[in-house]
């Protein structure tokens, strides 16, 4: 075990708001690390089930709907800063709430990228809600995410983006967005050479509720 310092930074929008999210990307490796779900319409002889699974199912018959976490509240998300330094990033529950609630004002339902560089139409951001209970809709679909956290049901019409989704291209919300820093920490942890990157977050959050 050594000891290291590690730095958190808090982002949250600027107080006019002229920051913010400007588009969502569908992403191989979303930086939350949470993958949406693709639902399918249920088949022909049981229209009372939903079924998860794309085997058998007649395109024509699809929902070609995406559920899943966008944003989640005090995640820690590893990133790198300009001159190579590693640090752990996060937002708080409500400038997670300020950041749906701005992309729903500024009329960005419609903007959806690929791996942030693509821009496609054919995919519209048409359910958009903040989890507030435990008996949440997103447990339904088996998503295990914290209370503030904001989910998104994006309807697919483009084919080659569909297709992507079936094939395991995408699996989960990305988002691009322009945010100020609110607050800055350094936590100091024990990590051994063999810890992964979640063993690595549970000792800084560890040391952040110590703090």
Not at 35 to 41: E, G, T
Not at 177 to 201: C, F, K, P, R, T
Request: glycine share 8%; with cysteine.
């Amino acid at each position: 075990m050594k000891k290291k310092k590690i730095k958190v930074v808090e982002f949250t929008i600027d107080g006019e708001m002229a920051l913010g999210l400007t588009a969502i990307s569908l992403v191989d490796k979303p930086a939350i690390e949470s993958n949406f779900i693709a639902l399918a319409a249920a088949k022909q002889h049981d229209k009372h089930r939903v079924n998860f699974q794309f085997n058998g199912v007649n395109a024509d018959g699809e929902k070609r709907m995406l559920y899943g976490p966008i944003l989640i509240p005090d995640k820690l998300i590893l990133r790198v800063n300009e001159v190579g330094e590693e640090y752990y990033m996060k937002m708080s529950s409500e400038t997670v709430r300020k950041l749906a609630h701005s992309y729903q004002f500024n009329h960005l339902q419609g903007s959806t990228k690929i791996d942030h560089s693509l821009a496609v139409s054919g995919c519209m951001l048409v359910e958009t809600w903040i989890k507030e209970f435990d008996s949440d809709k997103s447990v339904g679909f088996g998503m295990d995410e914290p209370v503030g956290t904001w989910f998104g049901g994006m309807s697919i019409t483009n084919d080659a983006v569909w297709a992507g989704i079936k094939d395991g291209t995408h699996k989960g919300f990305s988002v691009e967005v322009d945010l100020v820093i609110d607050d800055v920490e350094e936590v100091e942890v024990d990590i051994s050479s063999e810890d992964d990157d979640d063993a690595i977050v549970s000792e800084i959050e560890k040391a952040l509720r110590q703090s």
